[in-house]
């Protein structure tokens, strides 16, 4: 006898403790029993998009993606075709060409500047900020910012590179602060233009440029919150290109999301309406494609810091809506809470790492230190 889908779905979330309709801020609220067949049949991108469609709710999301993420409920849900031919295809096809990477980076980054400038930090930081002696997001960006500039050994003078600049909060940053010069490079239109206003008057060149197209040597190199964007196809150039930019006693900070196990893509959800074409590296492929170029200096792990941070953008979101609901409508929104709660409910679980990984060419002499 065929079992109907509300009974599969409602004894998948007891098993993470979630009951459907119950009373515990994790539990969820179901509207329409569509509900069930689409989770059962499309998994986490059905998941996703009937809470965008209102079929349910949650009062904690983030603590209910917690729950389901330490509970493996996404390996017991069947991976529909569809969900099978895109990893077949990732794997088979460069979905990050020159070409591609502008439309994937405008898809995101160009969704709306007064959207970002409201959740971000002052400086406009759109990467997993630093809390260790900060109670707010501008300090605690503050404080990942110059954390990225001890690491990389910054003095006066120097001109470093910033791949994937976002609105040039490092750039700035940097400049302010340690006297350098920097040259930042983004695929995002909007980004590019805001980060020339906000760099104004400091030595800070913004280029609307795809990283591969770099050539000139730099003292040091960073990038923040950019590889998860690059493809495990294009792993081996984009190292490339960071080694021969790279001046032979400079270093290189690469900060990036990392993941337990390897996927081709990102969520399926994730994929479709936040980061098209995004990857997950993991510590096998990053040190795969650093092999014979850098020695590794360095390696940091404080992703808990990026559940603070993503609730804080929440936070944000949710206490300005008033001055954003003339632009964004209603569905956008449920859209946008559920990427912020559901990706800090990853990282709670563990599932999801941000790292600090230093390079060098040739290895520091003596050691490194920071």
Request: with cysteine; aromatic share 14%; glycine share 8%.
């Amino acid at each position: 006898m065929l079992q109907h889908p509300k009974d599969i779905i409602t004894r998948l979330l007891s098993v993470a403790g979630i009951t459907v309709n119950g009373q515990q801020p994790w539990d969820i609220q179901v509207h329409d029993e569509a509900f069930y067949g689409e989770v059962l049949n499309s998994g986490s991108l059905g998941l996703g998009e009937s809470y965008m469609n209102n079929y349910w709710d949650c009062q904690q999301l983030d603590q209910f993606f917690t729950k389901i993420l330490l509970a493996s409920l996404d390996a017991r849900v069947k991976k529909s075709f569809r969900f099978k031919a895109d990893i077949l295809l990732a794997r088979l096809l460069n979905h990050q060409t020159p070409a591609k990477a502008y439309r994937n980076g405008s898809a995101h980054y160009d969704t709306g500047n007064d959207l970002f400038e409201v959740m971000l930090d002052k400086r406009m930081t759109y990467t997993c900020a630093f809390w260790e002696q900060a109670s707010n997001l501008n300090d605690a960006q503050e404080q990942k910012l110059d954390l990225s500039c001890r690491k990389l050994q910054l003095k006066p003078g120097m001109h470093v590179l910033d791949i994937g600049c976002g609105w040039g909060s490092f750039a700035k940053f940097a400049a302010e602060k340690y006297g350098v010069r920097v040259t930042g490079v983004t695929i995002s239109k909007e980004q590019a233009e805001l980060a020339r206003e906000r760099c104004k008057g400091l030595p800070v060149e913004i280029r609307l440029a795809d990283y591969r197209t770099l050539q000139e040597p730099f003292d040091a190199i960073v990038s923040l919150g950019m590889f998860e964007h690059v493809g495990y196809k294009n792993y081996g150039d984009y190292m490339k290109v960071a080694h021969r930019c790279l001046k032979d006693d400079g270093l290189f900070l690469l900060h990036t999301i990392g993941g337990n196990v390897p996927n081709a893509f990102t969520d399926q959800w994730l994929n479709k309406y936040i980061f098209p074409n995004a990857m997950i590296p993991t510590i096998r492929l990053i040190g795969q494609y650093i092999e014979g170029l850098f020695v590794m200096e360095h390696w940091q792990n404080f992703s808990v810091n990026y559940d603070r941070t993503l609730m804080a953008w929440y936070q944000n979101i949710v206490q300005n809506w008033d001055q954003l609901k003339t632009k964004y409508d209603a569905t956008f929104f449920r859209m946008w809470k559920y990427y912020l709660l559901s990706c800090a409910g990853s990282f709670r679980a563990r599932k999801s790492q941000l790292w600090q990984i230093v390079l060098s060419k040739n290895g520091v002499p003596g050691g490194y230190r920071f």
